[in-house]
């Protein structure tokens, strides 16, 4: 059958790195608070590159890497919390960029569950369209919505992009195997970043951006509960036990977050790949950099099966379940 193969991943990061003692100078935090409550020891930050930029990067690695020319490209979906601007979409400026004329592109705003539900939408667009190849990219610069004297949130947060060129080619078994999406918007002020004002007055003035705001213990409890629920979901669908699966890519929130939704799972801390301690929470991009280590690490196998869940703002939560 037609289905969809993972040609390439790739992921950057911009060069400047701050640890956790970086911090202390400018809030009351610890290296031991942070790393004990969240496993994250750095995180890297941009200095003036955009979100556009660092997806552009990465959208330049994958045709490099997979020989790919970009006006072979037909769909470019950007996964992003903190785009560059309202319009244009930073897919449109990543088109642009990349000179890949021939893409349709545009923004998917889901937070942390964003590149699981852009894969989704990536791989229901190209099995109903004439198109063929699509890049997803999950690019994010939290750093520009984080308030950097709130410690509940500015240790959190990290800057990056990743992302996989996605082809069309005949296999036995579907890329995505089983799929689980869901949105739980009664709860969407749990975590909040970018907000603006309408204002009342007329003529109004231009509105600024608020900066993080979360609560932190009740996205914890979500994530411990209803991530475990929705790979459950997703196996089901994909007509497989969690034991089955070979790896869970998880959304690099928290490390305790991981273990224990490892331990309600039932499965061994070895099949859950981290590197929360350096890159941090990177929102959209965290899955596609944990893909893309995992890959170049060697870890993954054809025929191996592996979870992929996003979770957060929204809230949201999303699982996918991927034959590789
Ligand atoms: O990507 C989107 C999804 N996001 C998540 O999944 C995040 C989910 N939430 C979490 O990971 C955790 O709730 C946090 C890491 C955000 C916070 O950990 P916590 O164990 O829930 O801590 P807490 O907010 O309950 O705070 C405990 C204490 C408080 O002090 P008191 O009231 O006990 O005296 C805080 O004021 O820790 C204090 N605290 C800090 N201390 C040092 C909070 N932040 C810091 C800090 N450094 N950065």
Known sequence: MQDLKIVGTAAYVPPLTVSNDDLTTLMDTSDEWITSRTGIRQRHISQGENTSELAVKVGQKLLAQTGY???????????????????????????????????????????????????????NILKASAGTTALVIGAEVLSKLVDWHDRSTAVLFGDGAGGVLLTTEERATPLVAGSDLRTMGQLNDKIVAGATTSGTSFPKQVTGLTSFTMAGRDVYKFATNEVPKSIHRAAQKAGIEVEQIDYFLLH???????????????????KFPLNIDEYGNTAAAS??????????????????????????????????????
């Open 69 to 123: 020319s970009a006006d072979q490209i037909d769909l470019i979906i950007v996964a992003t919390m903190s785009p560059d601007a309202y319009t244009p979409s930073t897919a449109a400026i990543v088109q642009g960029k990349l000179g890949a004329a021939n893409a349709v592109a545009f923004d998917l705003s889901a937070a942390c569950s964003g590149f699981v539900f852009a894969l989704e939408t990536a791989k």
């Open 287 to 324: 899955e596609p950099i944990l893909l893309n280590d995992v890959v170049n690490a060697g870890k993954l196998k054809p025929g191996m099966t592996v979870a992929m869940s996003g979770f957060g703002g929204g809230l949201s939560v999303g699982t996918l379940i991927l034959n590789f």
């Open 252 to 270: 690099q929130a928290n490390a305790r977050i991981i273990k224990q939704i490892a331990k309600r799972l039932a499965q061994p801390l070895a």
